[in-house]
């Protein structure tokens, strides 16, 4: 079993770069935290808690409209580390962002006090979460290009492709409303671009299923995506 020493090692490489006093500190104040399926580890851009990274499970970021429309921005996998959990470290930028747990999921958090304390004297530190900040700019950046210029079902097709992908390649664990949720859309036109998918035989909807009945079909929808 990894110790917190390594699991900050593993997880927050850049560590390394600090003088060991900073290392000790981060040591110190990281926290491992676990989060059930579907609870809330940030709400809205106010709070801060720090960078996350993902040691085991999955998180979904998404904004949420007034009405409670979402749109997911991206996902975090093993080892990606959110950095607009921190982004109140950055002066004059906030993101009202929402972030998730899509499964069961453990987290490491260096606390916002502890970086707030490190930055000002470690520029490779400060660099390292610029570069996350950028990196995750430009995963929002294409989502919202995807919204803004892409065709519907396609981008129903990639998602479908994705969420079978993470099941056993064939078949995708999806509600219609999952899929209106995670695209922004009404379900009435998730639905109605499903039944179509259906009848030109790429997909069989089942009742929180989708099998995929012809890969390529769907798969050549995809390539309607802005690239």
Known sequence: MKTQENLVSAYFPMTANC??????????????????KDETILRGGKA?????????????????????????LYRL?????????ASCLLKNMQFDIHLTAQMDTTVLI??????????????????????????????VMWTMEQ??????PARIARFIID?????????ALLTHDTIAK???SAREVITRILKYLQS????????????????????????????
């Open 19 to 36: 003088i060991g006093e900073h290392i000790q500190l981060i040591n110190n104040t990281a926290l491992i935290k676990r989060f059930r």
């Open 48 to 72: 801060c808690s720090g960078l996350v990274a993902v040691i085991s499970g999955q998180l979904r970021a998404f904004i949420q409209s007034s009405t409670g429309k979402q749109v997911t």
């Open 77 to 85: 996998y093993d080892y990606d580390v959110c950095v607009m959990s």
């Open 110 to 139: 260096i606390p916002t006090a502890t970086i707030e304390l490190i930055n000002p004297v470690n520029p490779i530190f400060r660099q390292y979460s610029l570069d996350l900040l950028a990196q995750r700019f430009s995963d």
């Open 147 to 152: 919204i803004a210029f892409s065709p519907m």
């Open 163 to 171: 969420s079978a992908n993470q099941n056993d390649g064939t078949a």
């Open 182 to 184: 995670e695209l922004g």
């Open 200 to 227: 030109e035989d790429m997909i069989h909807l089942s009742r929180g299923k989708i099998l995929i009945t012809d890969y390529t079909k769907l798969d050549e929808l995809t390539k309607q995506l802005s690239e």
